[in-house]
């Protein structure tokens, strides 16, 4: 099992930037894949970036594009997403996730570990 740890959400005005850490620990070599995850107040949870653990591949949904970066620092077990021209509908409470068995899975099924979630909350 792995076990994860987000930090860095908060509260920014529409424009702002933030930046999301996710620290693991525990069998972090079965890993294949990260990936951040957000769920809005009512809404379901939805895939927001992913990266490959062994060679760095991203992929992201369409509305973050151009917005949003992922990136991993494998020493350091660490994945980041560092968020750009942030809107009042990126707010939402973001996970990070880690997948033994998938790389850039965008279902939620597809991941084994989950952090406990932090706010992000953008005022327009």
């Known amino acids: 099992q792995v076990q994860l740890v987000e930090s860095g959400g908060g509260l920014v005005q529409a424009g702002g930037s933030l930046r999301l850490s996710c620290a693991a620990s525990?069998?972090?070599?079965?890993?294949?894949?990260m990936g951040w995850f957000r769920q809005a107040a009512g809404k379901g949870r939805e895939f927001v970036a992913g990266v490959s653990w062994s060679d760095g591949r991203k992929s992201y949904t369409n509305s973050v594009k151009g917005r949003f970066t992922i990136s991993s620092d494998n020493a350091k077990n660490t994945v980041y997403l560092q968020m750009n021209s942030l809107k009042p509908e990126d707010t939402a409470v973001y996970y990070c996730?880690?997948?033994?068995?998938?790389?850039?899975?965008?279902?939620?099924?597809?991941?084994?570990?989950w952090g406990q979630g932090t706010q992000v909350t953008v005022s327009s």
């Open positions: 525990g069998r972090t070599f079965s890993t294949y894949g």
């Open positions: 996730a880690a997948s033994a068995r998938w790389t850039l899975a965008q279902i939620t099924g597809s991941y084994d570990s």
